[in-house]
């Protein structure tokens, strides 16, 4: 047949016969391609997905990894270990003092656990403590003030097994944080991986030991009640 114009116009069946059969093998083949690529890229951003999400921090903490007590313009940063005996000293004798001063609007604390002394212990205490930390505060973080309390109280001695499964989720129980949930994150080290992640990102950045204690920028070096009264006061008055 012939157009207006003087041009041939293919018929239906020689349209058809234009996609021979390798022609259209190819295509199937290029759509299978395709199709395998796509699932490909998918599942790779999928288990980028997930691995970014099992070193996050929780909802409950900062973007740093703290827990933040408080809402005031001056922060105190308290970094320490489950496993640190000095930590265990200032959560002792200075830090109520702290938490008073919260309370009372005083200062904001921000509260990082960071577990960097697994060699002081025979079972990787301190990043199983800090996951129970993490458990806990996820469940209830008002209560982890409380059970960061009693587990410092509790502190295996260095050298020999942390404290169990069992005693860190009685602990947590103390504090007020029971049921199911709770007790299988604990036994499961379910936030391992933020643990080791929010561990070795603080060992990056140049930490070297436990406990710091920062008012604002400023690290305190005595620790004391006192101590750490007069170093919030100087922030105060510099600020003014």
């Known amino acids: ?5 003087g041009r ?3 018929n239906a069946a020689n349209q058809r016969r234009l996609l021979t059969p390798a022609r259209a093998a190819g295509v199937v083949v290029l759509v299978a391609l395709i199709a395998v690529i796509t699932t490909m890229v998918v599942h790779r951003q999928q288990d980028k997905d997930r691995a970014a999400a099992a070193v996050a ?3 409950v903490f ?5 827990l933040r ?5 001056l922060t105190v940063t308290v970094i320490t270990d489950f496993q640190c005996p000095v930590c265990r000293q200032f959560t002792a004798t200075t830090e109520p003092t702290l938490n008073d001063m919260v309370k009372a609007g005083t200062v904001a604390v921000e509260y ?5 002394l697994d060699r002081a212990s025979k079972d990787n205490y301190s990043s199983r403590a800090a996951d129970a930390g993490t458990c806990v505060a996820v469940a209830n973080k008002d209560a982890w003030l409380d059970f960061d309390q009693k587990l410092f109280a509790a502190q295996p001695a260095e050298g020999g097994n942390g404290l169990s499964a069992d005693k860190l989720i009685e602990i947590a129980g ?5 049921g199911p949930d709770v007790a299988s994150c604990i036994r499961d080290d379910r936030y391992s991986g933020f643990v080791k992640s929010h561990a070795q990102h603080a060992i990056d950045a140049g930490l070297t030991h436990v406990p710091v204690v920062k008012v604002g920028d400023q690290v305190v070096e005595n620790l004391t009640p006192d101590g750490l009264r ?6 105060r008055s510099a600020a003014k």
């Open 112 to 116: 990082d656990t960071v577990a960097v």
């Open 1 to 5: 047949m012939m157009n207006r114009s």
């Open 57 to 59: 921090p929780p909802a």
């Open 62 to 66: 900062t973007a740093d990894g703290r």
């Open 8 to 10: 041939k116009v293919a």
């Open 230 to 235: 007069a170093a919030i006061d100087r922030a």
């Open 174 to 178: 103390q504090a007020g944080v029971t």
């Open 69 to 73: 007590f408080g809402d005031a313009p």
